[in-house]
């Protein structure tokens, strides 16, 4: 089982062991348009395991794809079990936040899209999953008002807000439980805004959102 790691105070870091990864696609106006397509009418949801997080922050290329984009995303860690969650209690289903990468590939995604096949080999493989280390969501005043960027080798490449998320993280929680039994160690990839791009071997990428540590990963 992977594991994340949260910050509980100044001077103790635990590792919490991962269960199920919840992704939002096209949560961002901009990301949206410039994905092509319609503004989804309801939350877009995919998977990822546990297994495909990479620990050490070093990201492989898998030889069947040529186009590795990245995707900077605030990350919500659930922290107790809920099921049907009323949206004025979701928040109190948040454990953590952290600045996370859903490394895509891009190739396959345009495959699956054409074929009307899953996203599953786009979204789901090997270190398609990063995350900085998670602070308690008390340490955020609000997690919908953030500067979120991600540069590559140093040029900024992404730059927007949280507060342009088109569904926010307590109507997600609420949505989510009522499909899934959401439980401790689940993690919600909120989607990312506009500005993704191709990465190549050797590319450093640096993820930061406001008041969460920062997240840099290579490209094997």
């Not at 092509?36 to 030889?63: C, N, R, T």
């Not at 071997?201 to 840099?216: R, V």
Request: aromatic residues 8%.
């Amino acid at each position: 089982m992977k594991t994340i790691l949260f910050k509980k105070d100044t001077s103790v870091v635990e590792k919490i062991e991962v269960g199920k990864i919840l992704c939002l696609g096209k949560n961002y106006l901009n990301h949206a348009k410039e994905m092509g397509g319609d503004i989804p009418k309801s939350p877009i949801i995919f998977m990822k395991p546990s297994s495909s997080i990479a620990e050490d922050f070093v990201i492989e290329i898998p030889k069947i794809s040529n186009e590795l984009h990245h995707e900077v995303e605030l990350a919500v860690l659930i922290g107790k079990k809920g099921k049907n969650i009323n949206l004025s209690d979701a928040n109190n289903f948040v454990s953590g936040y952290a600045v996370g990468l859903d490394m895509t590939l891009r190739d396959q995604q345009a495959l699956a899209k054409k074929e009307g096949t899953p996203w599953t080999i786009a979204k789901a493989f090997d270190t398609s999953a990063i995350f900085g280390t998670f602070i308690p969501q008390n340490e955020i005043a609000n997690p919908d008002n953030l500067e979120i960027k991600l540069s590559v080798n140093g040029n900024v490449k992404q730059h927007s807000n949280t507060n342009f998320m088109i569904y926010k993280i307590d109507f997600i929680i609420s949505y989510l439980s009522e499909i899934f039994l959401l439980e401790p160690g689940d993690i919600i990839f909120m989607g990312t805004p506009e500005g993704v791009g191709k990465v190549v071997s050797g590319d450093t990428i640096e993820a930061e959102i406001e008041g969460l540590p920062k997240l840099i990963a290579k490209i094997k």
